[in-house]
């Protein structure tokens, strides 16, 4: 029983296109965050939500938009995809702000755009 | 100069071996330090944690933490093929955002 999961796992598209990636966690955790992992395997903190409450928004492109419907959802949309765009996209949650630093991830979303 | 130093490796040895993982910070207030294990195609896995300086075991694991240096280490005693993988050292970068380091690619040979 997989305790954080993402979809789709492989995203192969065309530049311009939206499209979207989900994840969910069953771990009862309050806060969720997403990652971009790049070529060099550079992990940087994208986005997190506490209890469907934004927390970070960092420097990320405004074609990015995450949406959390409840605390154990938190997808990711992305619009107008570019050729830097690809990389592999991961979810993680921990169980809340004050225990933020240990997280648990996802297998990742392996996108790229052609 | 990266907050986080990593060496991406990658690194190889023989099972049995004792393994030496290293990273180098420059940030001072750093507090928690993490280190996760990374199998090809799979996400980040939380192997240690540790709080401030000090050394933390956990069976073959050691995390050793040296403020005074800015320097964390992860090693790996009697060193087995299922330890391939990447390790990623992460350090708190307030905020509450974790800081992570290249990774290094670690590959033991049987």
């Known amino acids: 029983d997989t305790a954080v999961s993402q979809t789709p796992k492989y995203l192969v598209t065309q530049m311009g296109n939206d499209k979207s990636i989900k994840c969910e966690q069953n771990l009862g955790h309050d806060t969720m965050y997403w990652y971009k992992q790049d070529s060099k395997k550079f992990l940087k903190i994208m986005f997190s939500?506490?209890?469907?409450?934004?927390?970070i928004n960092e420097t990320v492109p405004n074609r990015f938009s995450p949406k959390s419907p409840d605390k154990a959802h938190l997808n990711l949309h992305i619009n107008s995809l570019e050729l830097g765009d690809s990389a592999v996209y991961f979810c993680a949650s921990s169980q809340d702000l004050d225990r933020w630093t240990i997280q648990y991830f996802g297998a990742g979303t392996r996108l790229s755009v052609l | 100069q990266k907050e986080v130093e990593q060496d991406p490796g990658p690194l190889s040895v023989p099972e049995g071996a004792i393994v030496s993982l290293n990273c180098t910070y420059s940030n001072s207030a750093f507090q928690y330090f993490m280190w996760y294990r990374q199998y090809s195609r799979k996400g980040p896995e939380l192997l240690m944690y540790t709080y401030s300086s000090g050394n933390k075991e956990d069976g073959r694991f050691t995390a050793q933490v040296d403020k005074s240096s800015k320097y964390i280490s992860l090693f790996i005693r009697d060193s087995q093929p299922s330890d391939s993988a990447t390790y990623l050292c992460a350090m708190d970068q307030g905020a509450q955002k974790l800081v992570f380091g290249q990774g290094t690619r670690l590959t033991i040979n049987p």
């Open positions: 939500y506490n209890n469907k409450e934004l927390i």
